[in-house]
């Protein structure tokens, strides 16, 4: 059966700027960053706060591990933010358990003004009848790598990578420099989506797993032989990273030692540019496709880092005009520079495209590029989804430490998505 709304451990990171007077209204903005969006995110807020006299926000901010928890905890004590960053992922699961506003109202009077912002981005937030976020920027599933590695090899990795050049270009990579490969790690339900849409399946569908356990087997199949091969970094050598930061793809400490490096990272299309924030001098990163057995029908973009207003706030009006200000000002935009992804009012856009530094434009044009090379993304994912990625992850775990053959795993992981779906 379907699961409820699930209490967890309440982390917070947080930053208050605190009021006190009865004429002044006070707003909370909650999101999941690294230490580039978290500054740009607080000097936005101030800004907003300098054009709104007498309106306070205070910052709830969390790495994207903890956010969500955080939030599920804040929930049964109404106790969420007014303005909270959403994700596509969860999107479903908050709407359908009566935590989000439909903004729709907010458009139509004017409030959150949508002239210059693209129907099919404003789309990316409905879920039935209703428009329950606003995407800050557009995003697509990006493999990062480092360029500088892969041009001193003399290799190149080329867009829409199959699998087996993958597979290959990692053997040659650390047969010839040591440096390994990261297929598992990092967020593997988005490699698990991408493996899955090639065989035209989708993983989480509102009555169950799609598929069968077999279109499961050849995702686990891919880290049991690189870890067998040793081209894929292992789970010891992951242990105790966080963030973006320490992700070794970047992460300085270890640049000396090549089997705790990676040349490659999965993530999202804007995160090269926190990425590219932490590498060492003198290396140089890229972006090309997840590896898939069929690329143009794996590829996906999707309206990303949505704002919404929640049930909970107090202050809807004042929450909209922060909303409002976030996509239609042109000076957020010159702050944040694309981090959060395209960004998606137009006009702004070409504005402030010819002054972004030279990584937001290599995103601008990946993301461009992904529009013509993609399908369209899957529907949200139901409730429940949540536990069954935490179960993904441990899965793959398992699979990296040698513990769980690949077929053992398809098995489990299909049979525990089905059993918290139906």
Known sequence: MKKSFILATLLLVTGLLTACGSDETNLTFGWWGNPTRNEQTTAVLNLFME?????????????????????????????????????????LEFRENDLLVDLTPMFND???????IPQTVIEGG?????????????????????????????LSAPRNITLQQFIDLSREIYALSGVRTNWAFNDPANQM??????QGVVMLE??????????????FE?????IAEGWHIRSEDMAGRDGTAQDPLVYPPNMDNPNLRTWNTPVWSNMIVALADNAPAGVELAMTTYP?????????????????????????????????????????HRIMMAERGVIPNTQIAEIIYPSLPVLNQVQSEFVSWMGDNSTPVNPPRPEGSAEIIDELVRITELVALEQLSPQQAALDFFNFGNNVLN
């Open 110 to 116: 004017g409030r959150i003004r949508t002239a210059n």
């Open 222 to 226: 891919v880290i049991a032989l690189g």
């Open 193 to 198: 989506e991408i493996h899955l849409r090639a």
């Open 126 to 154: 409905r879920v039935g009848g209703g428009i329950y976020a606003i995407s800050a920027g557009m995003n697509v599933t990006a493999m990062v790598y480092n360029t500088t590695l892969l041009t001193e090899l003399g």
């Open 206 to 219: 509102s009555n169950g797993m799609g598929g069968s356990p077999a279109n499961y087997e050849e995702f």
């Open 51 to 91: 054009e709104n006299e007498g309106v306070f926000v205070e910052e709830l901010q969390a790495g994207w591990g903890d956010y969500w928890p955080m939030l599920r905890t804040l929930a049964p004590a109404g106790d969420l933010p007014d303005v909270i960053q959403m994700d596509w992922s969860t999107l």
């Open 292 to 332: 898939s057995t069929n690329p143009l029908v794996s590829n996906f973009g999707r309206a990303s880092m949505f704002l919404s207003i929640t049930t909970q706030s107090d202050n809807v009006d004042e929450a909209a005009a922060l909303i409002d200000f976030w996509l239609n000002d042109e000076r957020p």
